[in-house]
């Protein structure tokens, strides 16, 4: 009797033999059986537990209640597994409700049979004790190695993690690079229709002026004599931009040449040109009425010639804006590039003004190249100077040929680069300030080298020997 | 009775000839001086300075190039020959923050943002000459046909500037 | 330095000098001291190489360095002394050349000042010393050497004569003029007073120019003129702007003013300066004019001038539109002080009318603005500060200028130069009249009175002493005539406020300035022999 519990009971759990031994060698159990039907609850989570459940037949699902109140499968039971354990012998409530997965026979041991078995059959206890302490150290052994598994898992978790942010970010880049590419498309398109929209009414402007200069030519000359008032009109039209310090010196003049000619006659005759001075001199002199007259007509032309002049700036204004704004990605054309130097300049010229611009273009030979995406990179540079260079300080472009390469390079007497970082200011992200090129179209140094190398070139930048940055554009010459 | 003078910079020459003929018609009481940038305008002061002359108003570009017309305003409000000069930045750029800036740091009077008017321009320049004038206690009747008379004549008799002789 | 300046300050100083080098017959030296003064004065006042209120100040000083019985000149430290010494008598032995014709001693009293001694006995001891004896006559007493010795016969005045010009009674009654003014400029008594005045002068351009040069010359009468003007252009040139650019009659409200102000001040004695140096030299001849006096005198005649004045506005500037509007704001400030100023004002001016009541003098009522407006708080220091005060240094420096041509006779030597008994009263108004209008034309009104009336003054004395002239009707005359000395922008400040707004010319201001001046001076001239005698006696 007492050999063939030691067997039934040497296991962690019962097999179907000592199953059938146990309930063969114990009669007191034959009573005891119960069956559960499918989806029954056998123990119940929270509940105090009074038995102790030997599984028979069937399967049972061991499920945890998690916080939100969601029962979580964590174990299946077999035949011959026991159950209400820990329950039973801690006299505790039941930590995880089981439920019948099949129909289930199984033998329960209430308190009152347990105590009988134990009283009634010492070998049951010891085989019933060796039982719980291995059982007890099976799940302790399955918790360590669930353990482990769950770190392995986390860590698998993690590295996927990390390759997901690593794609969102590179979508992102990608992303800010296609909108940036839009944004320059649609600015180049913009710049072009405005550019259009401006250049109509300019050119009607200086269309305009021309001819307003000659009509007003021929009137005066039918209206009288004329002579000199045509002439007079022709000087003003041709009338230099006096500088303050001439204007000061021709004004002083004046003053000593006409003796008793006050500021206000004096700045009106500063104005003239010499032949005109020659001119209206002897009316002067004589303090004629027609004075006045004759003034006015020179002032005039002056008038009209500050809108030509003033027009014309708007044309040459415009005309680079559109250059500048060319953009689409498969104009490539063989083209001069210090052009595309030259506009970017006028482009930036507001910024660029308050600097030492040294400007070094010599006519160079043709380079195949998108021009929109490659005055980008001027641009790009020429903002990343200006940032790192305090305002009046130098910034240089030189655009020379180098053999079968043509060099564009462009210094700044700012701060330099961290040598440490040289390499590092092409990386995509790179930044020492917030800096956004003018009109916010700084793509950064990383799309202007992966501009430069679609074009089979090459960027470098390096810092000058006497302080401040330096970068360097290679474009490979149309062969 | 000491010669005021009205002076512009900008550093465009077409712009500088505009302002210099829409100011032209003060130039009967208040001579006018030009210069194209602000370090020239520093050797027009100081010739102003030498003849014993005042400046009275200055209206100048913000963008120029090397110094703009905040700093050269900021920078002629800490002068004390010039502090009471009324300051007038004209410029068509300086966004919101200059403009502030300006104010508080250059005791800039007025704004004129281009394009101006010419009506604008004179309208603006004989409101800052006529505080210029009240403000330094000056004799307001050689000014009074060009300036606000009406608010000179005030000022005059209730400062008690001229009296009867 | 400007030539005009330079020359100024050449003719000037030469001027002063020659007067005083270059020996004149029948003057002494105090008188030809004086007119080197006289000359300087003239010539830095017409010219103004320095202000002409500066040049008052100057006079002062020259005059107290240069004339007084203290100064370098005059002063008896100048005169040599005589060795005394006392016989065993008791009795003081002096040299005979130092008893004077009349027998009195010249002493230097301790060393400043002079001391006239005749001694009550007198005895010849035949060396050419006498012995005398007299009260204060001791071995101590300086005895002056030389009795013909110019510091005891110039008579010179003491320095403190001249000061006190500063502070004479008719300085004081512009004081209180201007203390008045202040507190009625302070409280905008002037402006709410033009606003009431001008209501019921309705909308018609001409009833309204009527109304404003009616507001202008009352202000005028009690303020300074030149205030007035300036008050005025503020509430006129609002209108002025409303009217048609090509409507004659924008000029005719901005000569209105001018004009108004200049006859306005002719009201009252504190009306202008010019009428604090006729007053100034009437009371050095021992006259005292009351104000109600000069009013009943003044007012009658600025009122039909003023009238003239308009309708020959009108008549040369004819409004083309037909109605004018007006829109003064502002109400009488009700605050205690401005009452309180309200009140002052009216209290003093009734008290000036009412003399002949009281008896309390003009001069002497005039403290009572001056020392109740500062006490009540309705004038601050800065408000005393704001005073014209280089005025009363013009009228002072004039005032004692005068004081100086009576007293050394220059004024009756220039004055024997012509022979004016043949003239009679007409003559003598005519030719100071004339003469005081040209000059006042191109100088300060109260610069051309301080130069003519000493002058007139001595002529009208001498005449009112032979009878059959009245001396203060010609005085008051030649005043009015200076006053309405307006023809050109320098003539008055008023006028110059008028050119600066830019709105009239000089040939306008000349116009109306002749048409209205010679009318004025005929109508002076009339009143001056036929209307004030017969007020004043």
């Known amino acids: ?479 | 009775m000491n010669q005021i003078y009205i002076l512009c910079v900008d550093d465009e020459a077409d712009v500088l000839e505009a302002v210099e003929r829409d100011l032209a018609t003060m130039e009967e009481v208040f001579p006018l001086e030009i210069a194209s940038s602000a370090d020239e305008a520093r050797q027009v002061l100081e010739r102003i300075d030498a003849q014993g002359a005042e400046l009275g108003l200055i209206f100048c570009d913000h963008v120029m190039p090397k110094e703009t017309g905040g700093e050269f305003l900021s920078w002629l409000d800490g002068q004390p020959q010039w502090k009471r000069s009324r300051k007038a930045l004209l410029t068509g750029q300086a966004g919101l923050e200059a403009t502030v800036s300006a104010i508080n740091n250059a005791g800039l009077d007025f704004y004129v943002s281009k394009p101006w008017t010419q009506e604008g321009l004179l309208q603006a320049a004989k409101r800052l000459l006529t505080d210029y004038v009240i403000s330094r206690n000056i004799d307001p009747l050689p000014y009074m046909s060009i300036l606000d008379a009406t608010r000179l004549a005030e000022h005059s008799y209730k400062r008690g500037l001229i009296s009867d002789t | ?537």
């Open chain 1, 1 to 479: 009797m007492d050999d063939s519990l030691k067997s039934v009971f040497s296991e962690s759990t019962l097999s179907e033999e000592g199953m059938r031994a146990l309930v063969e060698a114990l009669p007191q159990l034959k009573g005891s059986r119960r069956r559960f039907q499918e989806g029954e609850t056998i123990l119940r989570e929270g509940e105090l537990n009074d038995s102790l459940i030997i599984l028979m037949e069937g399967r049972a699902r061991l499920l945890k209640l998690d916080e939100s109140g969601c029962s979580l499968e964590v174990d299946t039971f077999g035949p011959g597994a026991l159950l209400g354990l820990t329950s039973f012998w801690g006299k505790t409530e039941v930590f995880a409700s089981v439920v019948a997965d099949t129909e289930i026979a199984c033998v329960s041991i209430d308190r009152q049979l347990f105590d009988s078995l134990t009283a009634e059959r010492p070998d049951f206890v010891r085989a019933v004790q060796g039982l719980f302490v291995r059982n007890l150290s099976d799940r302790y052994r399955n918790m360590i190695r669930s353990q482990v598994a769950r770190d392995k898992l986390s860590a698998q978790l993690e590295s996927e993690r990390n390759q997901l942010r690593d794609t969102l970010k590179r979508l992102e880049e990608t992303t800010n690079r296609l909108v940036n590419q839009e944004k320059l498309a649609t600015m180049g398109q913009l710049l072009a229709g405005i550019a259009h929209e401006i250049n109509n009414p300019v050119g009607a402007l200086l269309r305009g002026i021309e001819s307003a200069k000659d009509a007003l030519e021929k009137a005066v000359r039918m209206e009288s004599e004329g002579e000199v008032e045509q002439e007079l009109i022709r000087e003003g039209w041709e009338c230099p931009y006096w500088s303050p310090e001439e204007k000061r010196t021709r004004m002083d003049a004046v003053m000593v040449d006409f003796q008793g000619v006050g500021r206000p006659m004096a700045r009106r005759m500063a104005q003239l040109t010499d032949p005109a001075l020659k001119l209206i001199g002897p009316y002067v002199k004589r303090k004629s009425k027609d004075l006045d007259r004759l003034l006015a007509v020179y002032e005039l032309g002056v008038c009209f010639r500050a809108v030509r002049l003033s027009g014309g700036r708007i044309g040459k204004i415009v005309t680079s804006l559109r250059n500048y704004g060319k953009q689409g990605g498969s104009e490539w054309e063989d083209s001069d590039l210090v052009e595309g130097i030259r506009d970017t300049l006028t482009v930036l010229n507001n910024r660029l003004k308050r600097y030492e611009l040294s400007l070094d273009l010599s006519p160079l030979p043709k380079v195949s190249c998108n021009l929109g995406e490659v005055n980008q990179i001027w641009t790009n540079l020429l903002a990343n100077a200006m940032d790192a260079t305090e305002e009046g300080g130098e910034i240089c472009v030189t655009a020379i040929q180098e053999g079968e390469e043509v060099l564009v390079r462009i210094e700044d007497s700012g701060s330099g680069i961290d040598p440490d970082k040289l390499e590092k200011v092409f990386e995509a992200n790179f930044t020492t300030k917030n800096s956004s090129g003018s009109f916010g179209l700084g793509l950064g140094l990383s799309i202007s080298k992966e501009i430069v190398e679609k074009h089979g070139g090459s960027l470098v930048a390096s810092n000058r020997s006497q302080g401040g940055a330096c970068f360097e554009a290679r474009f490979p010459v149309v062969g």
């Open chain 3, 1 to 537: 330095m400007k030539l005009k300046t330079f020359l100024g300050l050449l003719v000037g100083i030469a001027g002063l000098l020659a007067a005083i080098f270059i020996p004149i017959p029948g003057l002494g030296l105090p008188a030809q001291i004086t007119l080197g003064i006289f000359i300087l004065a003239a010539v830095f006042w017409i010219m103004e190489p320095i202000p002409i209120y500066a040049t008052s100040m100057m006079v002062i000083f020259l005059q107290i360095m240069l004339l007084s019985s203290q100064g370098f000149i005059f002063s008896v430290r100048t005169a040599p002394l005589a060795e005394v010494s006392v016989n065993e008598t008791g009795a003081l032995l002096v040299p005979a050349e130092s008893l004077g014709e009349d027998g009195s001693l010249y002493l230097n009293k301790s060393n400043k000042a002079l001391q006239v001694v005749r001694p009550s006995e007198v005895v010849d001891l035949g060396d050419g010393t006498l012995a005398v004896r007299g009260e204060g006559l001791n071995e101590n007493s300086l005895v002056i050497a030389d009795p013909e010795h110019r510091s005891i016969t110039a008579g010179a005045t003491s320095y403190t004569a001249f000061y006190h010009t500063l502070a004479s009674p008719i300085i004081m009654l512009f004081l209180g003029g201007f203390a008045l003014a202040a507190a009625a400029v302070k409280f905008g008594l002037d402006r709410s007073l033009t606003r009431v005045l001008l209501k019921p002068f309705g909308k018609r351009p001409a009833m309204v120019c009527l109304g404003l040069m009616l507001c202008t010359a009352t202000l005028s009468a009690f303020m300074s003129n030149t205030a007035t003007t300036a008050m005025m252009m503020t509430v006129v040139l609002p209108i002025v702007a409303s009217i048609s650019s090509t409507d004659p009659f924008r000029k005719c409200v901005a000569l209105a003013i001018p004009v108004a102000a200049n006859i306005g001040g002719i009201a009252t004695p504190i009306g202008t300066p010019p009428n604090a140096v006729a007053l100034a030299a009437l009371k050095e001849s021992g006259i005292n004019i009351s104000f109600s006096t000069w009013m009943v005198m003044a007012v009658p005649f600025t009122i039909v001038l003023l009238v003239f004045a308009w309708w020959v506005l009108l008549a040369l500037f004819k409004p083309q539109a037909n109605t004018l509007e007006i829109k003064l704001a502002g109400s009488f400030d009700k605050s205690a002080k401005a009452i309180a100023s309200y009140v002052i004002f009216a209290v003093t001016v009734l008290l000036w009318v009412t003399e002949k009541l009281h008896g309390i003098s003009t001069t002497m009522i005039a403290f009572l603005p001056v020392a109740i407006l500062p006490a009540l708080g309705v004038l601050d220091k800065k408000d005393i500060r704001g005073f014209s005060w280089e005025v009363l240094w013009l009228v002072g420096g004039g005032i004692s200028l005068g004081l100086s041509l009576k007293e050394t006779g220059l004024a009756a030597w220039l004055i024997g130069l012509v022979s004016w008994n043949s003239l009679g009263a007409l003559g003598v108004i005519v030719v100071f009249g004339v003469v005081g209008y040209l000059i006042a034309n191109l100088i300060s009104h109260t610069v051309s009175a301080t130069m003519i009336m000493p002058l007139a003054i001595t002529v009208g004395a001498a005449l009112a002493a032979a009878g059959d002239f009245n001396l203060v009707a010609s005085i008051v005359s030649i005043t009015a005539i200076i006053s309405i000395a307006m023809v050109l922008p320098i003539s008055t400040p008023p006028n110059a406020i008028a050119m600066a707004t830019g709105i009239i010319e000089t040939k306008d201001m000349a116009k109306v300035g002749v048409i209205v001046g010679v009318a004025g001076v005929l109508l002076a001239i009339v009143c001056g022999i036929a209307y004030w005698p017969l007020i004043v006696s």
